[in-house]
T-cell receptor
């Protein structure tokens, strides 16, 4: 399996521009998570989906952030308009449903997208 | 408001010695705890976990200890190897798949 795939790996944009980050989860995984990593706050959960439906978006910082999962193999995280304080590494993760071993299954992370907003 | 805290941003240990990474949490509803390891330019990978019904879980060189009364867990690596140099994240959950992560501790194992 190729693992969780994220694109682009690096994104540099100017303040005010729209940014779209993409994620392809591991095939067969029912849950998809979007995280943001910063030095000050570590890994923050932004939103997660179950079977393409958003379950918890309480971590989405502002209305400028939105996430979609149109099908089981694709998700996007969009920032519009972007600001310098959005600069961070954004991770996507997926996991299977816990039917095999409940919480003993874990989340599998992609390599991340490093976003720089100038 | 950080519910999971890793107060040591970095730690250096000599190869062959024990590495001890610490994590504190505030939410008494957390019942499952995990450690993830992260190398540069890669995503975090799962290392070891522990349920709140246990106080210790061991996997090879890695042992996680849980002290529920102190709301504290620790990861012991014995013996430490240069390949263990990475950032280690502690995470916790309260009966769901939503993990709350700490800020991470950067471990450097010196050869």
């Amino acid at each position: 399996d190729a693992g969780v795939i994220q694109s682009p790996r690096h994104e540099v944009t100017e303040m005010g521009q729209e940014v779209t980050l993409r994620c392809k989860p591991i095939s067969g995984h029912d849950y998809l998570f979007w995280y943001r990593q910063t030095m000050m706050r570590g890994l923050e959960l932004l939103i997660y989906f179950n079977n393409n439906v958003p379950i918890d978006d309480s971590g989405m910082p502002e209305d400028r952030f939105s996430a979609k999962m149109p099908n089981a193999s694709f998700s996007t995280l969009k920032i519009q308009p972007s600001e310098p304080r959005d600069s961070a590494v954004y991770f996507c993760a997926s996991r299977p449903d816990g039917t095999s071993g409940a919480l003993t299954d874990t989340q599998y992370f992609g390599p991340g997208t490093r976003l720089t907003v100038l | 408001d950080q519910q999971v805290k890793q107060n040591s941003p970095s730690l250096s240990v000599q190869e062959g010695r024990i590495s001890i990474l610490n994590c504190d949490y505030t939410n008494s509803m957390f019942d499952y705890f995990l450690w993830y390891k992260k190398y540069p330019a890669e995503g975090p990978t799962f290392l070891i976990s522990i349920s709140s019904i246990k106080d210790k879980n061991e996997d090879g060189r890695f042992t996680v200890f849980l002290n529920k009364s102190a709301k504290h867990l620790s990861l012991h690596i014995v013996p430490s190897q240069p390949g263990d140099s990475a950032v280690y994240f502690c995470a916790a959950s309260a009966g769901t798949y939503k993990y709350i992560f700490g800020t991470g501790t950067r471990l450097k194992v010196l050869a």
